[in-house]
């Protein structure tokens, strides 16, 4: 669902549709960056390649609070690229 959502929002026809969208959006939507920072969140976010991966999960809940254990996916094997750092699967894009 996430993937079409993006696919859809980032086709030329919607992108001019996107300040509208932001506003709207701003109204149910809590948050400290400004105008400009979310659409040049939403900019970047048409330059990036959406993946996605299910992980197995488990829901919980300790002390009256909802959790969702999650079992993270190993290390990457190491193979042509292991001068890359551990940390890869954390890098920002943009």
Known sequence: MLKSLFSTLTKPQHL???????NAAG?????????M???GLITAMG????????LPARPFSRNGISYLETEWPGERPRG???TESSSWRYRFLF
């Open 16 to 22: 001019v549709k996107l300040p509208a969208l932001i």
């Open 47 to 54: 330059l990036t390649e959406l993946e996605t991966e299910r």
């Open 37 to 39: 920072e979310l659409g």
């Open 27 to 35: 109204r149910n939507l809590d948050t400290d960056l400004s105008a």
């Open 80 to 82: 042509s690229d292991a």
